[in-house]
């Protein structure tokens, strides 16, 4: 699929998949960029085809049925001020805002202030789109669990075989 993004380019997606969607980039994450962008993936952030499907209660930005994002939506400058474009953020992941992936993180609005940016904080750990997202998200200090991070349930682009950008990080699920 790689190859028919080498020609002109039309949409700003196609311009960042002639550099993103190769080896390299499954090498770093594991997780291949251009099968999560297939147009035959089960679900993904709407990049490549416009959103469809439910509509999620937890999402509080105006992204609605047949709109799409650009890539630089997500990958942009995280200094409102300075230059726009993929490749100005001071973030991991080059994102407009901090995203913690690491597999025991303390939840709180600058932990995944990214996400927060278009999911309701309030909403997701209320429950109301999956029943146990706060118990994964906050733990339990009760019985002494951590929390973990979005990124360990979540492909943030995509999953090629499951809904709901269900994508397990191996690493943190399987444990050492």
Same mark, same amino acid.
């Given at each position: 699929m790689s190859g028919q993004y080498l020609e002109r380019s039309l949409r700003e997606y196609e311009i960042c998949l002639k550099c993103h969607a190769g080896e390299e980039n499954s090498k770093m994450t594991g997780r291949k960029l251009i099968d999560q962008f297939s147009p035959a993936a089960r679900s993904q952030h709407p990049v490549t $085809?416009?959103?469809?499907?439910? $509509?999620?209660?937890?999402?509080?930005?105006?992204?609605? !049925?047949? !709109? %799409?994002?650009?890539?630089?939506?997500? @990958? %942009?400058?995280?200094?409102?001020?300075?230059?726009?474009?993929?490749?100005?953020?001071?973030?991991?992941?080059?994102?407009?805002?901090?995203?913690?992936?690491?597999?025991?993180?303390? /939840? #709180?609005?600058?932990?995944? /202030?990214?996400?927060?940016?278009? @999911?309701?904080?309030? &909403?997701?750990? &209320?429950?109301? &789109?999956?029943?146990? @997202? #706060?118990? @994964?998200i906050l733990g339990d200090p009760i019985e002494g669990r951590s929390g973990t991070s979005c990124y360990t349930c979540h492909a943030s682009h995509g999953s090629s075989q499951n809904e709901h950008l269900l994508e397990f990080n191996q690493a943190a699920v399987e444990g050492d």
């Open positions: $085809k416009v959103a469809s499907g439910e $509509k999620l209660p937890s999402l509080s930005s105006a992204l609605g !049925q047949g !709109q %799409t994002l650009l890539c630089s939506d997500c @990958h %942009t400058n995280d200094d409102p001020d300075g230059p726009r474009g993929p490749h100005g953020s001071n973030n991991r992941f080059l994102l407009s805002g901090n995203y913690d992936i690491d597999e025991y993180a303390d /939840e #709180s609005p600058f932990a995944y /202030e990214f996400c927060y940016s278009c @999911h309701d904080r309030t &909403s997701i750990l &209320s429950d109301e &789109s999956f029943p146990w @997202h #706060s118990e @994964h």
